[in-house]
Structure formats: C-alpha cells, structure tokens
C-alpha cells in the first residue's frame, strides 16, 4: 500500500507564492509519474503538472509559467512551486503517484488534498 500526504497549502493573496510538498511512503518498487491535480468547488478535477521517472515535466496551460514542479527522490517528495497566485487557483490540490510495489502490482494512489485559497 502507498501513502501520499501533501502538505503547504494556505491561504495566500493574488500575486503570492506557496510551496507544495508530497511524500510518499510504503510499499513502493518504482514511481513512474507523480502529479498535482486540483478541484475547485462545483468543477471535475484536473492536471496541474505532472513529472516523470526520467524528469519529463508536462503543466495545464493555465499554470505554465507560473508553477513548477520538482522532485527529490531520495526523500520521495515532490513539490509544487505556486508563484503570481491567482483567486482562480483556488482549489484543493491533491498529489498523484503512478507506480509499481514491491508485489510487483501496479498502483495509482492519492493523497487526501491540502486547499490552496488566493484571496483578491
């Protein structure tokens, strides 16, 4: 079983900065992708970034420019970098982790979310 838990969210003023961090913990063999997603009230939710094994990274038009995400895997975290905060980022913003345990079974967990909230 794998865990992911997020954590940085808040609440920020348009144009600020936050940082997200998931870790990720259990039965992990390999990671081939991680991402953010995020939901806004009354919508479905959506991509952010996402970054693969070999470092390939792919963000939402919406955020390109604005965010980036990293990763460190020696603690098996990755990050998202929120810079120009706007009041339509706001969501709850989830971690994804795509990958294989150590049963050789594929996974696909996420975490349980952390708001993000931008004030105008």
């Known amino acids: 079983q794998v865990q992911l838990v997020e954590s940085g969210g808040g609440l920020v003023q348009a144009g600020g900065s936050l940082r997200l961090s998931c870790s990720a913990s259990?039965?992990?063999?390999?990671?081939?992708?991680r991402g953010w997603y995020r939901q806004a009230p009354g919508k479905q939710r959506g991509l952010v970034a996402t970054?693969?094994?070999?470092?390939?990274?792919n963000y939402a038009d919406s955020v390109k420019g604005r965010f980036t995400i990293s990763r460190d895997n020696g603690k098996n975290t990755i990050y998202l970098q929120m810079h120009s905060l706007k009041p339509e980022d706001t969501a709850v913003y989830y971690c994804?982790?795509?990958?294989?345990?150590?049963?050789?079974?594929?996974?696909?967990?996420w975490g349980r979310g952390t708001q993000v909230t931008v004030s105008s």
């Open positions: 259990g039965s992990i063999f390999s990671i081939n992708r």
């Open positions: 994804n982790a795509q990958g294989r345990d150590y049963t050789w079974a594929d996974f696909d967990s």
């Open positions: 970054i693969t094994s070999g470092g390939s990274t």
